[in-house]
């Protein structure tokens, strides 16, 4: 067990760690955009119920979001491991710092926009997990038992406008993030190759734009619903 700890702490353990846990919650972020887009069904409440319902019972799933929860958490706490290691290596600190030309506004900003990130994980377990788990949420009934009627949670969330404007505020800084850091975790595997990374690239691009997009859909489409406009 003593190697397992020197290696997770190490530079390089530090690096891989986060890589891993990097894609595994770009692959969550794919699965989850595509689930939650039946929120867009036009059988809407009902599609989404069941779905809810069936993601929330399923005992592999369940497995799954505990492990997504605890790559999460192991994430956060090897970029902020990552950060501190990087402070002691310049401990001291230029008057001016320039950036490098070579560097995209990502990758230089990547702390920022994980703190963004993190804030938006939390209101989001807050409005819709924990509302879910331990909130008077109404039942419905479409003939097969009662299930949690999520789908008006979700609409009640995405009424008010702001709400929708911090959601997608919050879209924008996963896109950047993802933008830098799905082509960095394959960098940091050792995946590079003038065959193969131009393939990384490009699927990069499709993630960071496609996945927000996908999400930013969903409070739309439930402001718009809730708020008797379509």
Known sequence: MNWITTFFFSSVGKKLTMSITGLFLSLFLVVHMAGNLVLLNPNGAQAFNE?????????????????TMAGIILH??????ITMMNQKSRPVKYAHTKPNASSSWASRNMGILGVIILFFI????????YEMKF???????????EIKD???????????P???????VALGAISFHLLH???SAFRSL???????TPIIKVLGYAIAIGVPFGFALQPIAAYLIANGII
Do not use: C, E
């Open 162 to 168: 702001l709400y929708v404007l911090g959601y997608l």
């Open 51 to 67: 779905y809810a319902h069936f993601m929330t019972t399923f005992p592999p799933i369940k497995v799954a979001s505990i492990g």
């Open 181 to 183: 850091g799905f082509q």
């Open 190 to 196: 050792g995946a590079v190759h003038s065959k193969y």
């Open 150 to 160: 999520l789908h008006t949670i979700v609409l009640a969330a995405f009424k008010n």
């Open 76 to 81: 956060i706490i090897q970029a902020i491991g």
């Open 135 to 145: 909130g008077s949420v109404p039942f419905v009934d479409y003939g097969s038992g």
């Open 122 to 129: 939390v209101i989001h377990l807050r409005s819709f997990w």
